[in-house]
C-alpha cells in the first residue's frame, strides 16, 4: 500500500477473479437498470447494439481485472468499477439521445462521496487528501469548461459539462484532465473518420459522452 493507501499488496489469482466477477454482475447490473430507465424515460425500448452492450460488460470487468493485478484495496475497487459502469451507462444514452440525464452525473458523485467518508472513518489523512484533489478537479475543469464555452460560444453541452465537472471531482486534476484530453483525441479522430466516409457532415453537432465515457476508461484501467 502506498502513501495514501490505494493498493494493499502483489498480485492476487483469488482477488482478480473475485473482482472481475463482481465487475461483469455490476455491468450486468447496470445495463438491465439502464434499459428500464431509457424505457421509461424515452418510452421506447433501448437499441444500443451490441459494441456498447459489450463495452457496458467489457470495460468494468477490465478494471476490475487491472484493480486486481495492481493490488487495490476494496474501497478502490469499487469506487472504479462502479464509475466506469454508470459514466458507460451514459455515454450510452448521450449516444442514442444527445442528453446525459442528471441522474447519473449525480451517481457518479454520490459513488465517490460514499468512497470519501469511507476513507474519513480508515485512514483520515488519505481521505484528506482524496478531497482536496477532488475540489482541485472540479476547479480546473470549471476553468477549462469557461474558456471553451467563451472562446468557442458554447461548443459543449451543459451535459457534457455536468459530466465533467464529476469526472473532476472523482478523478482528481490530473487525471479528469487526462480523461479530457483523451476524450477529445478520440472524439477528433471519429469525426475525422466519419467526414472521409461521407457519415457525417463538416462541422456537425455530435455527442461527447460516449468519448467522455471512453476517457474515463482509458484514465481507470492505465492509470
Do not use: Q
Not at 447490473?29 to 452492450?53: H, S
Not at 474519513?120 to 481521505?127: I, K, V
Request: with cysteine; net charge positive.
Amino acid at each position: 500500500m502506498n502513501e495514501y493507501g490505494f493498493r494493499e499488496g502483489g498480485t492476487n489469482m483469488g482477488r482478480i477473479a473475485i473482482y472481475i466477477l463482481i465487475s461483469i454482475i455490476t455491468g450486468i447490473a447496470m445495463m438491465c437498470i439502464t434499459c428500464r430507465y431509457y424505457t421509461c424515460r424515452f418510452d421506447k425500448p433501448l437499441k444500443a447494439g451490441i459494441v456498447w452492450k459489450l463495452c457496458m460488460l467489457m470495460v468494468p470487468a477490465a478494471f476490475g481485472a487491472f484493480a486486481g493485478v495492481n493490488g487495490y484495496d476494496v474501497e478502490s475497487f469499487l469506487d472504479g468499477m462502479l464509475l466506469a459502469s454508470v459514466s458507460m451507462a451514459a455515454g450510452m444514452i448521450d449516444r442514442l439521445e444527445r442528453i446525459i440525464p442528471n441522474v447519473y452525473v449525480l451517481a457518479m458523485v454520490m459513488i465517490h462521496g460514499c468512497t470519501e467518508v469511507c476513507m474519513l472513518l480508515t485512514d483520515r489523512d488519505r481521505g484528506i487528501y482524496e478531497i482536496c484533489m477532488g475540489v482541485a478537479g472540479c476547479l480546473l475543469m470549471a476553468i477549462l469548461l469557461a474558456g471553451v464555452r467563451l472562446v468557442f460560444k458554447g461548443g459543449i453541452g451543459m451535459g457534457d459539462v455536468k459530466m465533467l465537472l464529476a469526472f473532476g471531482w472523482c478523478l482528481g486534476a490530473f487525471r479528469s484532465l487526462y480523461a479530457l484530453l483523451a476524450a477529445a483525441v478520440a472524439a477528433l479522430v471519429m469525426s475525422g473518420v466519419k467526414i472521409i466516409l461521407g457519415h457525417m457532415k463538416h462541422r456537425e453537432s455530435f455527442g461527447f459522452g460516449p468519448y467522455l465515457a471512453f476517457g474515463l476508461a482509458l484514465v481507470l484501467v492505465t492509470t
